[in-house]
């Protein structure tokens, strides 16, 4: 189980550094090493949830700007809406 936790993590922190715009990568990068390995299960099941919004929508959201579609309420969404990078 360790092990299968250890390789998500893994995928997340590639997935946050290599996005495809500099700024997605820096924010989305620095967020995961921020708050990574103090996340259960579940939150790394919101964070996967997270990256897989494309860098638009998610660079809208976390400036307060108009989305595309609609965010969940959830622990995730909340941390990274409110991470001072």
Known sequence: M???I???K????YRSNYRGTKEMDKL???FTRKYLNQLNMEDLNQLIKLLEIDDNNLYN???DLDTDIQ????????L???FKY
């Open 6 to 8: 250890e390789q998500i």
């Open 61 to 63: 959201f976390y400036n």
């Open 71 to 78: 965010f969940e309420d959830n622990k995730i969404n909340k």
């Open 80 to 82: 990274f809406k409110n």
């Open 10 to 13: 893994k995928k997340i922190i």
């Open 2 to 4: 360790t092990d299968d």
């Open 28 to 30: 989305l990068g620095a």
